[in-house]
């Protein structure tokens, strides 16, 4: 009897090291822990105060990668292989019984998140984590090694997939000239004064769209400033009288919206600087709280962040193209020459041309992306500022957001209406196409 209960303890325990403990296939299965390791990986941006188009790049091949395992366990959802025209297959393992493809979602958004951010190794403390949960919650050895066999293999191809985008060759592209004489041109912007960010972005591999130039804004009005009637004089003085007047509720918008990665503080002779989500961090940040108040399950919300990621990055190259074709003089610059050296925006210019406004431009794209799976009048808070210390607002719509978030630009004194409202109109066209491209879950 004795040895009888041993021989059975033994089989038990036996038995249970070759089945996944289910405790174990739920916890990786929840959308919630996805949504916290997007998190995981803007706050790595965050701190290391990537430009916002830089940090959509970041963002873009981790989600896909991700999302690529989801559709690789999942038949109800398509991989994006030729949906991205140049994305290659994943690599075909027969060979592998065992793959927890949740796991090996997570796994492979941090180690793309991990080796596209600088500095690398930066996220390899979550990866090890998710691996010791993996072990201690119960997953089998099997299970644990053939899932981050296949993550690795994922991984290996995204990352070579990801160097032929041409962002190597675009750090060494020429740089922005500055004409001081030249009426209209963009020029440098206090406090720092820096050079023009990323000018040869529009030379970057997009994802959906055709090329940067598929999509473009009409021209802006020609920058007179002696004629009081003219289009632009008007538009400019719109922006120093709304500067001069704001309420409560605009400078909530304003800051709410503000999304600068680098924010410098100049008191007396004091400078020092504060961080935040770039604009893409702060929607990423949103489309994970939208999922959870929807209930989205794992697989659903990587798909969402693949497919917010996309759109986000592609509205970047095309809004950059624009930017650097009209070159275009920020309000700052022309207020504090022509019309008051007193007058400051209620927020930090950005060091880059004015036309079109980019968080316009990328935040229509991704609203139409997210109305096609939300609807038109999907309501939540959205409480992604409040560790900066900024009060909550209500997310009426995808749309309606993405209108504000252009207004924004406005009451921050940095844009000029038209900025706003041709980048709105561009970047619905470009979400539109891309909503209208993208098939990830099949239809039942």
């Known amino acids: ?220 009005p020609i920058v007179d400033i002696k004629n009081k009637n003219s289009a632009y004089y008007k538009a400019l003085l719109e922006v120093k009288t709304i500067g001069e007047q704001l309420t409560t509720e605009q400078k909530h918008i304003a800051s709410f919206w503000d999304d600068n990665p680098f924010k410098i503080h100049v008191v007396g002779h004091v400078r020092y600087a504060t961080k935040s989500f770039s604009p893409s961090g702060h929607w990423l940040n949103i489309i994970g709280i939208a999922a959870k108040h929807n209930n989205d399950n794992f697989n659903i919300t990587a798909a969402l962040f693949a497919q917010g990621a996309i759109a986000l990055f592609d509205a970047f190259i095309s809004c950059w193209q624009q930017k650097y074709y009209a070159n275009y003089v920020r309000p700052e610059t022309m207020i504090a020459k022509h019309l008051s050296t007193e007058w400051n925006p209620f927020i930090q210019t950005p060091p880059f041309p004015s036309y079109v406004s980019g968080h316009a431009t990328i935040s229509a794209a991704i609203a139409e992306v997210m109305t096609k799976h939300f609807g038109e009048k999907f309501s939540f808070i959205d409480t992604s500022l409040l560790e900066f210390g900024i009060a909550n607002r209500q997310i009426v719509s995808f749309r309606m957001a993405a209108e504000e978030a252009a207004m924004s630009r406005l009451y921050g004194g940095i844009h000029y209406r038209f900025d706003n409202d041709e980048g709105n109109t561009m970047g619905k066209k470009i979400g539109l196409f891309i909503a209208q491209k993208l098939q990830l879950e099949k239809k039942k």
Not at 6 to 27: E, G, H, K, R
């Open 1 to 220: 009897m004795k040895y009888f209960c041993i021989l059975l303890f033994v089989f038990c325990l036996f038995s249970c090291q070759q089945t996944d403990n289910p405790q174990a296939i739920a916890y990786f299965n929840r959308a919630d822990l996805y949504s916290k390791t997007v998190k995981q990986l803007n706050d790595i941006v965050l701190m290391n105060n990537f430009p916002p188009m830089i940090a959509s790049r970041n963002y873009v091949y981790a989600c896909i990668a991700g999302y690529e395992c989801v559709a690789a366990g999942d038949k109800q959802f398509n991989s994006l292989h030729q949906q991205i025209k140049h994305l290659p297959a994943l690599p075909s393992l027969p060979h592998l019984t065992a793959v927890n493809y949740q796991l090996a979602a997570l796994l492979s958004l941090v180690k793309v998140g991990n080796a596209v951010t600088f500095p690398e190794g930066s996220l390899m403390t979550v990866y090890n984590s998710l691996l010791h949960d993996a072990d201690s919650l119960g997953l089998t050895k099997k299970t644990i090694n053939q899932t981050t066999e296949f993550s690795d293999s994922v991984v290996m191809m995204i990352l070579r997939w990801s160097k032929k985008d041409a962002y190597a060759q675009t750090r060494s592209g020429v740089k922005y000239t500055i004409k001081e004489n030249e009426i209209g041109r963009w020029v440098p912007t206090p406090p720092q004064y820096m050079d023009a960010v990323e000018p040869n972005w529009a030379k970057i591999r997009p994802m959906i769209i055709d090329s940067a130039k598929q999509f473009s804004a009409l021209p802006p």
